[in-house]
């Protein structure tokens, strides 16, 4: 079956998990992804541990983050590497990279550079602060632009700030740079215009926090500068308790509409019109006093027979899970997110799969493995016309691999 | 500028944020987005917190974040007329966008196999709980409920921590929705098929954590002896201290806490050293090289002591000695230091807008910047109902007589 992106070209300078994530999206949609790697490869593929876990033989990290994708190793400073990627830029529809503005310039690869060789080109950055500003030209981690943005206040008050996870700025913000590359393409398959188009970890990370950014906007309230604590929620019925084993999380917005029963089912019905606590305005205001008689009821049993209980009373009640809660968990194998795919070397794998899913054009991994600059020479002799006399030069130069 | 999806027209028929900000998101690009109100019909959800405690305002922001550049339709679904004519805007839609379960979209006779036989073109875009396939599939579409399934409350805090709910997956949602229902676009401008496109909250909070599920998966691969448990257990929370790089962590100064991330440690280990006041450092033993900084016990004392040596001066203090340098230190800002930021001033991501009642009000935008098509703030929400008329007779080719008539019926409203 072919994808929705078939027979398009992306050419792909990215390092690390933003740029090759981002173009890998459009791989997963059937497009042709490139990339294009220093003769030492993406600094990925040394990757040694995420977040204090072993990699161990499976570099698990460089090959999500590359599927689908053709190599080339090939020296950018060097003008003979330079011309074959000028040569690509003339034959490809889209360019995504996640280098710095100013590296790229030194390697004659900024917009301007690239639109004049192809004016129809889609060229895609993803930054750490966004396309303008004093901090356009900086690197980042994303939990650097993430400190920035003002979401790290979480958990606890008085406890370190919380970083939402190993690369996530960096995945979200590869999902807006494809879905700008996506925008980009429609309006050039119907104009013939190529453009720019931006994203960075920063204003990724702050449009994640719309939840406490926009109503600080409008409120000023300095409520959303603070961390606060579980036993002070405003809604009470929106909150994680502690049980004889697992935490759960009731997540109950409209409270009014499931008092009475929460009461029933936690045999609390006495408290059901007590004038402290019988309606969303008053339990925000007496928040601590019922948190803290919830967490005393909750206390007396297990997760399992509070999910029974709350569930004859057509209650918004989740168990909190863990990865392992998560790896057997019926919804993860029924849905596309994570897959399994057939690996060379480790066998059956389970691996990030695609946050959507298309019912006539699936997504779909063709290929995991990626060797540094595997594809180098058919490229060259198959896409550009470069003859085997040339190709030798060029490693004798270390233009190429 | 020119909008990359001006004759796309939207229906959007559903109550969660990540319905809503989708459309926002397509109208944003210049698509024609008709809200459909559902008269009577659930209240949306988390909005009703919007309007208590610190939350509350005059200014009813998140509607005019959650629904701007859109036109309004309220249509009384109760009557058979108006679900007849939901059908009718949904049947003239390019892309229609839910998060109504099948139950209810069946009701409405608005299920993809009725509409795709009647417009094969379609784009019928689903956004679910827990995904469209599974045991689970019809629960509420409740943000809270999917996080708690993805596995990574238990681990973002320090142990013995309350797990903790990070929020922003109907946001990821809505990114996903959005790019899958431009994908379909492509595919069908390019071969007239339309098709069926499902994101969940749980797809959208799995997809977050990805590179960390990952790693837990990958672990069946190590050799037993890796995993030590307390210390790398992908299912425990991890001690600050016990960081896998010390000089990639959050440590405190005397008032607010920073992040440092370094590459190529020991290229700038001296320089941060001198920096830090800590010259004695250097030369130690058990820190003098990146190896020996990264040994579990090792990197425990020298977060202990890095602790220390911040906590000496102000994030302040410490950014001023910082200045200029090629590895870097970035401040734990809160909500009020990046509104005022001049990089977010700079890209646009805060729009200043000028309410027509409330004067000058700041908007939370859209993060994506293209030079040719940029998302574009049109018009703030619109009030319930209030293209009713423009629409049905725009796209159904009713005369305003048709429009009065079903307005005496109730059908549309106003």
């Known amino acids: 079956m072919n994808g929705i992106l078939q027979g398009i070209r992306v050419l792909d300078i990215t390092v690390w998990a933003m740029g090759p994530v981002a173009s890998a999206h459009l791989g997963d949609l059937g497009a042709e992804v490139i990339k294009i790697e220093p ?25 999500h983050g590359n599927r689908n994708k053709k190599s080339m190793a090939i020296d950018l400073a060097q003008d003979k590497g330079r011309e074959i990627l000028h040569s690509l830029v003339a034959k490809s529809d889209i360019l995504v990279t996640n280098l710095t503005p100013g590296a790229l310039r030194k390697l004659n690869m900024d917009y301007e550079t690239i639109s004049r060789i192809n004016p129809k080109m889609i060229y895609v950055s993803g930054t750490g602060y966004g396309r303008y500003g004093p901090m356009r030209d900086m690197p980042a981690y994303d939990f650097q632009a993430w400190a920035r943005s003002g979401l790290m206040l979480k958990g606890e008050p008085g406890q370190p700030p919380i970083y939402a996870g190993f690369a996530t700025g960096d995945i979200i913000t590869a999902l807006f740079l494809a879905f700008g590359a996506l925008i980009a393409l429609r309006h050039r398959e119907r104009t013939g215009m190529g453009q720019e188009v931006n994203a960075s970890l920063l204003g990724s990370a702050m449009q994640i926090g719309a939840g406490v950014l926009q109503p600080y906007l409008a409120t000023a309230d300095d409520y959303f500068t603070r961390q606060h604590s579980r036993k002070d929620a405003l809604n009470p019925l929106c909150n994680v308790y502690p049980t004889k084993d697992k935490w759960i999380f009731l997540c109950m917005h409209d409270s009014d509409r499931f008092w009475a029963n929460l009461c029933k089912a936690l045999a609390l019905e006495e408290l059901e019109h007590d004038p402290r606590f019988s309606c969303a305005e008053a ?12 967490d005393g009821v909750f206390a007396t049993r297990s997760a399992a027979e509070w999910l029974e209980e709350c569930n004859r009373f057509d209650l918004i009640i989740s168990p909190i899970n863990n990865f392992a809660d998560l790896a057997s968990d019926p919804q993860l194998q029924e849905n596309p997110y994570f897959v399994n795919f057939d690996h060379p070397r480790f066998g059956e794998v389970r691996v990030r799969g695609f946050p959507v899913e298309f019912s006539k054009t699936p997504c779909s991994i063709r290929n995991l493995i990626l060797e540094l600059g595997q594809h180098t020479e058919e490229i060259l002799t198959e896409e550009l016309g470069y003859t085997w006399d040339q190709i030798t030069q060029l490693k004798d130069a270390r233009v190429i691999l | 500028m020119s909008k990359a999806l001006e004759e796309v027209r939207v229906v959007a028929l559903g109550t969660s944020v990540a319905t809503s900000l989708t459309t926002a998101y397509l109208a ?134 309350p797990p903790v709910y990070y929020g922003g ?12 229902v431009v994908a379909a676009l492509c595919h069908r401008d ?30 069946c691969f190590l050799p037993p002896d890796s995993l030590v448990e307390g210390i790398f257990s992908p299912l425990e929370p991890m001690w600050r201290r016990d960081g896998a790089q010390p000089l990639s962590n959050v440590y405190p100064t005397n008032d607010k806490w920073i992040f440092m991330g370094f590459p190529h ?41 890095l602790d220390e040596v911040f906590t000496k001066r102000s994030v302040g203090e410490w950014l001023e000695r910082w200045e200029g340098k090629r590895y870097r230190i970035d401040c734990v800002q809160s909500p009020k230091d990046i509104v005022d930021d001049e990089q977010a001033r700079d890209n646009g991501y805060i729009l200043d807008v000028d309410h027509p009642t409330y004067g000058k009000v700041r908007l939370l935008w859209n993060p994506v910047q293209c030079s040719k098509t940029p998302p574009v703030l049109s018009s703030l929400a619109p009030y319930p109902g209030q293209h009713n008329l423009e629409v049905l007779v725009d796209w159904l080719g009713y005369t305003s007589d048709d429009v009065y008539l079903l307005r005496k019926k109730g059908v549309v409203v106003p």
């Open chain 2, 169 to 180: 997956g109907e946001v990821i949602a809505a990114l996903s929705i959005a790019y899958g």
């Open chain 2, 190 to 219: 390019r071969t007239g098929e339309g098709q069926r496109v499902d994101v969940s909250l749980l797809g959208a909070n799995v997809y977050w954590v990805a590179y960390l599920f990952q790693a837990y998966l990958g672990t």
């Open chain 1, 39 to 63: 003769l030492m490869g993406d600094g990925a593929r040394g990757m040694l541990s995420t977040r204090s876990i072993p990699m161990g033989e499976w570099n698990h990290y460089f090959e």
């Open chain 2, 265 to 305: 440690t020991d290229l700038y280990w001296h320089d941060f050293c001198q920096t830090v006041e800590a010259e004695w450092l250097e030369h130690d033993p058990r820190f003098e090289n990146h190896t020996k900084r990264c040994i579990l016990e090792n990197r425990r004392q020298l977060a202990e002591i």
């Open chain 1, 283 to 294: 339990r925000m205001r007496n928040a601590s006093a019922l948190v803290a008689t919830l």
């Open chain 2, 28 to 161: 944003d690009f210049g698509a024609e987005v008709v809200k459909v109100e559902m008269l009577g019909g659930e209240c949306t959800g988390g909005l009703e917190d919007a309007k208590a405690g610190p939350y509350r305002s005059e200014w009813n922001y998140w509607a005019d974040f959650l629904d701007r550049n859109k036109e309004s339709v309220t249509l009384d679904l109760v009557q058979e007329e108006g679900k007849e004519l939901l059908r009718k805007l949904a049947e003239k839609s390019d892309v229609f966008c839910t998060d109504l379960n099948d139950e209810a979209l069946e009701a409405l006779g608005l299920s993809y196999g009725l509409i795709s036989e009647i417009k094969p073109e379609i784009i019928y875009a689903v956004c679910s709980c827990l995904g469209r396939h599974g045991p689970d599939k019809d629960m509420p579409v409740v943000d809270e409920l999917a996080a708690a399934r993805t596995g990574v409350m238990p681990i973002l805090p320090q142990p013995e921590q």
